[in-house]
């Protein structure tokens, strides 16, 4: 404590301008502004004077950092000494998809290591496309005494093993959130790791594993920590086992059910009920899998406070969805599949006003024989009956400009319009046009648009519109459209505020990359792949921007000339040096 | 006399992914010449073979001289339930499945087909790697929930990606290991439904989680309800069935979750697994009204052009 004073009031001595104008002393402006939760909020003030540079870096405690390449752990550790929570992301969003080869980076041990050097009391990890090994884990684990909230998404390179060293050392784990990973599930017996003594659970999540757990040891230790309020099951655990464990938590706020279909008695099936509206706080609903319309009632009466319901791994059909969404009035968030069919979705729109963001899930994304799941109809009726929709995710097979238009029309405050027409390149289906009015439609009505995934049959006549009235918008994601180096160099040359921009299978060249020059330096990312863009290009873009890192991904067999994939951010970390042969840095 | 309970197979039906009504004469003669040899019980005319073929491909996916080298065409075309495909104006555009045959294979790359932005007829979702745009784990989460459902099907389809395979490869391994097994045991109950056949006062059950596919399910229903009925001919074919005399005097028919009854055969098979409640293998004089154009089709299907 004492040499981090010396250090301030050394700080506030060079800073003489601001001295003289102002007497504020550094521990009221560092308690003002330690209040300022918002990391660009933070951005703005450290930009002032030094003062209040200097200010803002003592009282920041969580940092966020949104390319994990952008910055070394050593800078951040330097700038920041008082971090106790961090969020990292790691690999481009399309790793997601696969489009990443998997040993590409991304691997938090060296962040760990500086941390345990700089930040020993550090509280929070949350990681997004990271690759995270079982060592890594246990190092995390045993380094951080204070250690109390972990979440991992999109993550991979781990067991349950690394789990199990979580739960056996961490003695003030709060919470411990597994989402959507590649894990490596070897077996249940992590839950088991967590000591008899160990009360402090907060938030539990372990939907993502597929193995069976120790539902003893689960039980028990629901039992035991009373102040838990998350609780995301996976699909080993049965009906009669979750109504065992609600029993013991009442007060859960959050809820992932285990798998949702069992034969049960009449009487089981009334426990169930009964153990399942007595959570009246409950806001939040999922898991569900395999929910069929015989148990679904079972949930009625627990629905009355729901605000987000994730019925995304439970092929309803609309008649029960129809009927569940009758006791669902305060819904604002809701995941389905589309086995629902345009039907139920008349259902969303008849039965929740105050939706907010809806996302649909193709239940059978590669059969595109059979035109099923949903259609424009599904979505212009969702808009006509939610007037506050300002989030969608609509994967269709058939959509219309027209449909669109009426949508936006309806919704006008939409922040992010994520519409996916399956098959690629597809036109307006009944007037066999493209889909550039739809988008146009979109942007020019939805001015608070932050981000955009655009499909369908597009020319560069949408990039025009996006450019042009997209003045908000922060991500856009791009596949199988445009015609020209044109559509690319309008969205480069408008959208001020762009900060994310990935394409996949687009005819843009080296014009086109090579007109954001200025641009990428305002941006995190930009990831090109199966465009027309050259290896020649991409070393020019290299050369003239030395803030950039500029990386090429080779795929076997291809061109030497052809950069297949190209990955562009910012970095004041300069290139990395943990890229595997694949990648080649420019 | 003999009640066959046979769903229309016909190998010069569609194959594959079409439902196309082509190639129907290679097939045809070596069609009749074992109905020939059969010939007593059956009495449907030559040109039946052809709208016979017609009708549910079953079992033929590409494997139609397969079939009809097989005696098993001899059951086939003499007497059988009728299905949703007998009546091709309820039957959907299926037909027109044109461009590149994306039949099941998900997920895969094709070599070499490129995305043309002008064409008007896009290339199938299923060729490409990484689209539709759904995370690997909803992908494996949608693997499993289906194969749990159809109880079996290699779901490489899904897996085969092209570069990163071996990510997804493992990652479908970590899944499939284990759900398979539990989810096929959880979802047994649910592969029930019971199934009743006018003119027999018991219904019986049977497992939809032990079938796959339509074929496989009528030759199901037909060894549950008529093997007793039946001794004549017992071919020892995979697909073989009991004679049936007389016209088609059964349509095999399912209650829907809506309350529906529609006709076996129209929807994919996963579909209809997720949809049926029960089955009920009518008499084809009940079954009014569940085809357009069924009572017309009564008497003219035998004269039905291809």
């Given at each position: 404590?004492?040499?981090?004073?010396?250090?301030?009031?050394?700080d506030?001595?060079?800073?003489?301008?601001?001295?003289?104008?102002s007497?504020?002393p550094?521990?009221?402006?560092?308690?003002?502004?330690?209040?300022?939760?918002?990391?660009?909020?933070?951005?703005?003030?450290?930009?002032?004077?030094?003062?209040?540079?200097?200010?803002?870096?003592?009282?920041?405690?969580?940092?966020?950092?949104?390319?994990?390449y952008?910055?070394?752990?050593?800078?951040?550790?330097?700038?920041?000494?008082?971090?106790?929570s961090?969020?990292?992301?790691?690999?481009?969003?399309?790793?997601?998809?696969?489009?990443?080869?998997?040993n590409?980076?991304?691997?938090?041990?060296?962040?760990?290591?500086?941390?345990?050097?700089?930040?020993?009391?550090?509280?929070?990890?949350r990681?997004?496309?990271?690759?995270?090994?079982?060592?890594?884990?246990?190092?995390?684990?045993?380094?951080?005494?204070?250690f109390k909230?972990?979440?991992l998404?999109?993550?991979?390179?781990?067991?349950?093993?690394g789990?199990?060293?979580?739960?056996?050392h961490?003695?003030?784990?709060?919470?411990l959130?597994?989402?959507?990973?590649?894990?490596?599930?070897?077996?249940?017996?992590?839950?088991?790791?967590?000591?008899e003594?160990f009360?402090?659970?907060?938030?539990?999540?372990?939907?993502?594993?597929?193995?069976?757990?120790?539902?003893?040891?689960?039980?028990?230790?629901?039992?035991?920590?009373?102040?838990?309020?998350?609780?995301?099951?996976n699909r080993?655990?049965?009906?009669?086992?979750?109504?065992?464990?609600?029993?013991?938590?009442p007060?859960?706020?959050?809820?992932?059910?285990?798998?949702?279909?069992?034969?049960?008695?009449?009487?089981e099936?009334?426990?169930?009920?009964?153990?399942?509206?007595?959570c009246?706080?409950?806001?939040?609903?999922?898991?569900?899998?395999?929910a069929?319309?015989?148990?679904l009632?079972?949930?009625?009466?627990?629905?009355?406070?729901?605000?987000?319901?994730?019925?995304?791994?439970?092929?309803?059909?609309s008649?029960e969805l129809?009927?569940?969404?009758a006791?669902?009035?305060?819904?604002?968030?809701?995941w389905?599949?589309?086995?629902?069919?345009?039907?139920?979705l008349?259902?969303?729109?008849?039965?929740?006003?105050?939706?907010?963001?809806?996302?649909?899930?193709p239940?059978?994304?590669?059969?595109?024989?059979?035109v099923?799941?949903?259609?424009?109809?599904?979505?212009?009726?969702?808009?006509?009956?939610?007037?506050?929709?300002?989030y969608?995710?609509?994967?269709?097979?058939?959509?219309?400009?027209?449909?669109?238009?009426?949508?936006?029309?309806?919704?006008?405050d939409?922040?992010?319009?994520?519409?996916?027409?399956?098959?690629?390149?597809?036109?307006?289906?009944?007037t066999?046009?493209?889909?550039d009015?739809?988008?146009?439609?979109?942007?020019?009505?939805?001015?608070?648009?932050?981000?955009?995934?655009?499909?369908?049959?597009?020319?560069?006549?949408?990039?025009?519109?996006?450019g042009?009235?997209?003045?908000?918008?922060?991500?856009?994601?791009v596949?199988?459209?445009?015609?020209?180096?044109?559509?690319?160099?309008?969205?480069?040359?408008?959208?001020?505020?762009?900060?994310?921009?990935e394409?996949?299978?687009?005819?843009?060249g080296?014009a086109a990359?090579?007109?954001g020059?200025?641009?990428?330096?305002?941006?995190?990312?930009?990831?090109?792949?199966?465009?027309?863009?050259?290896?020649?290009?991409?070393?020019?873009?290299?050369?003239?921007?030395?803030?950039?890192?500029?990386?090429?991904?080779k795929?076997?067999g291809?061109?030497?000339?052809?950069?297949?994939?190209?990955?562009?951010y910012?970095?004041?970390?300069?290139?990395?040096?943990?890229?595997?042969?694949?990648?080649?840095?420019? | 006399?003999?009640?066959?309970?046979?769903?229309?197979?016909?190998?010069?039906?569609?194959?594959?992914?079409?439902g196309?009504?082509s190639?129907v004469?290679?097939?045809?003669?070596?069609?009749?010449?074992?109905?020939?040899?059969?010939?007593?019980?059956?009495?449907?005319?030559?040109?039946?073979?052809?709208?016979?073929?017609?009708?549910l491909?079953?079992?033929?996916?590409?494997?139609?001289?397969?079939?009809?080298?097989?005696a098993?065409?001899?059951?086939?075309?003499?007497?059988?339930?009728?299905?949703?495909?007998?009546?091709?104006?309820?039957?959907?555009?299926?037909?027109?499945n044109?461009?590149?045959?994306?039949?099941a294979?998900?997920g895969?790359?094709?070599?070499?087909?490129?995305?043309?932005?002008?064409?008007?007829?896009?290339?199938?979702?299923?060729?490409?790697?990484?689209?539709?745009?759904?995370?690997?784990?909803?992908?494996?989460?949608?693997?499993?929930q289906a194969?749990?459902?159809?109880?079996?099907?290699?779901?490489?389809?899904?897996?085969?990606?092209?570069?990163?395979?071996?990510?997804?490869?493992?990652?479908?391994?970590?899944?499939g290991k284990?759900?398979?097994s539990?989810?096929?045991?959880?979802?047994?109950?649910?592969?029930?439904?019971?199934v009743?056949m006018?003119?027999?006062?018991?219904?019986?059950?049977?497992?939809?989680?032990?079938?796959?596919?339509?074929?496989?399910?009528?030759?199901?229903?037909?060894?549950?309800?008529?093997?007793?009925a039946?001794?004549?001919?017992?071919?020892?074919?995979?697909?073989?069935?009991?004679?049936?005399?007389?016209?088609?005097?059964?349509v095999?028919?399912?209650?829907?979750?809506?309350?529906?009854?529609?006709?076996?055969?129209?929807?994919?098979?996963?579909?209809?697994?997720?949809?049926?409640?029960?089955?009920?293998?009518m008499?084809?004089?009940?079954?009014?009204?569940?085809?357009?154009?069924?009572?017309?089709?009564?008497?003219?299907?035998?004269?039905?052009?291809?």
């Open positions: 404590m004492e040499s981090s004073e010396l250090k301030r009031s050394k506030s001595v060079n800073s003489c301008e601001s001295a003289r104008r007497s504020f550094d521990e009221v402006l560092e308690r003002v502004l330690s209040l300022l939760k918002s990391h660009r909020d933070r951005s703005s003030v450290s930009l002032v004077c030094k003062d209040w540079y200097n200010a803002e870096r003592w009282s920041r405690t969580h940092v966020f950092i949104g390319n994990c952008s910055v070394s752990p050593e800078i951040v550790a330097r700038r920041f000494p008082r971090i106790r961090v969020t990292l992301k790691g690999k481009p969003r399309f790793s997601d998809f696969n489009l990443v080869p998997e590409w980076g991304a691997d938090i041990h060296a962040w760990l290591v500086v941390f345990a050097a700089e930040y020993p009391f550090l509280e929070e990890l990681l997004k496309r990271m690759a995270i090994s079982d060592e890594s884990l246990e190092f995390l684990a045993v380094s951080f005494p204070n909230a972990l979440s998404l999109s993550c991979d390179g781990f067991s349950t093993n789990l199990a060293a979580i739960a056996t961490c003695k003030n784990l709060t919470e959130d597994i989402q959507e990973n590649g894990i490596d599930d070897i077996g249940g017996s992590w839950l088991s790791c967590f000591p003594s009360t402090t659970l907060e938030v539990l999540n372990f939907a993502n594993l597929t193995s069976d757990i120790n539902f003893d040891a689960l039980e028990k230790l629901v039992g035991r920590c009373k102040s838990m309020r998350v609780l995301k099951l080993s655990v049965s009906l009669e086992q979750l109504q065992r464990l609600l029993v013991n938590a007060q859960l706020a959050e809820l992932g059910t285990g798998l949702f279909s069992q034969e049960l008695t009449i009487r099936y009334e426990e169930l009920e009964s153990a399942l509206s007595n009246k706080n409950m806001h939040t609903l999922s898991g569900l899998w395999d069929t319309g015989i148990y009632p079972a949930l009625y009466l627990a629905c009355t406070h729901l605000t987000f319901l994730n019925l995304s791994y439970a092929a309803l059909q008649v129809a009927k569940l969404l006791h669902c009035p305060q819904l604002k968030r809701l389905v599949l589309d086995t629902v069919e345009d039907k139920g008349e259902a969303v729109g008849l039965n929740c006003p105050l939706l907010e963001e809806l996302r649909v899930f239940a059978d994304p590669f059969d595109d024989e059979i099923h799941g949903v259609t424009e109809a599904g979505f212009v009726a969702v808009s006509f009956g939610c007037p506050r929709l300002h969608v995710l609509y994967f269709c097979r058939q959509m219309t400009n027209a449909a669109v238009a009426t949508i936006v029309q309806n919704c006008p939409f922040t992010h319009f994520r519409l996916c027409i399956m098959n690629p390149g597809q036109p307006d289906y009944l066999n046009e493209p889909m009015e739809a988008f146009g439609a979109v942007v020019r009505t939805c001015t608070k648009l932050q981000r955009l995934s655009v499909s369908g049959l597009l020319t560069d006549l949408t990039f025009e519109y996006i042009r009235y997209a003045k908000n918008l922060e991500t856009l994601s596949a199988f459209a445009g015609r020209s180096d044109w559509g690319m160099q309008c969205v480069l040359g408008g959208c001020p505020k762009l900060r994310k921009l394409i996949r299978d687009c005819p843009f080296n990359l090579l007109s020059l200025e641009k990428y330096e305002s941006m995190r990312s930009l990831w090109m792949s199966a465009c027309n863009v050259t290896m020649n290009g991409c070393r020019l873009l290299a050369r003239e921007m030395p803030w950039l890192n500029v990386e090429v991904m795929e076997d291809s061109d030497d000339s052809q950069a297949d994939k190209v990955y562009v910012r970095s004041i970390a300069g290139p990395r040096r943990d890229a595997p042969p694949s990648v080649l840095t420019l | 006399m003999d009640g066959g309970l046979v769903l229309l197979g016909g190998g010069s039906g569609g194959n594959g992914g079409g196309g009504s190639g004469s290679t097939t045809e003669s070596a069609v009749l010449s074992k109905v020939e040899v059969v010939s007593e019980a059956c009495s449907y005319p030559a040109e039946t073979e052809l709208e016979l073929g017609l009708g491909s079953l079992g033929s996916g590409g494997s139609s001289t397969g079939k009809t080298k097989a098993n065409s001899s059951w086939g075309e003499c007497g059988r339930i009728l299905t949703a495909k007998d009546f091709p104006s309820v039957v959907s555009q299926r037909t027109n044109g461009g590149p045959s994306s039949v294979v998900s895969t790359k094709r070599a070499a087909e490129s995305v043309s932005h002008d064409s008007g007829s896009p290339t199938g979702v299923s060729q490409v790697v990484g689209w539709p745009p759904i995370r690997a784990y909803r992908m494996n989460s949608l693997v499993n194969k749990a459902q159809r109880g079996d099907e290699g779901d490489s389809g899904i897996g085969e990606k092209d570069k990163p395979k071996d990510a997804l490869k493992k990652k479908l391994n970590y899944n284990q759900t398979s539990a989810t096929v045991n959880e979802k047994g109950y649910l592969g029930f439904v019971k009743n006018d003119g027999i006062p018991i219904g019986r059950k049977v497992d939809l989680n032990a079938h796959s596919s339509y074929e496989s399910l009528a030759q199901a229903l037909e060894d549950m309800f008529l093997r007793s039946n001794s004549l001919e017992k071919e020892p074919l995979t697909m073989a069935s009991k004679l049936l005399d007389g016209s088609s005097e059964f095999l028919t399912y209650e829907d979750k809506e309350g529906d009854w529609m006709l076996v055969g129209d929807v994919p098979w996963r579909m209809f697994v997720r949809s049926v409640r029960r089955l009920r293998i008499r084809t004089s009940e079954a009014n009204g569940l085809a357009p154009r069924f009572n017309e089709s009564n008497d003219r299907q035998r004269s039905k052009p291809i």
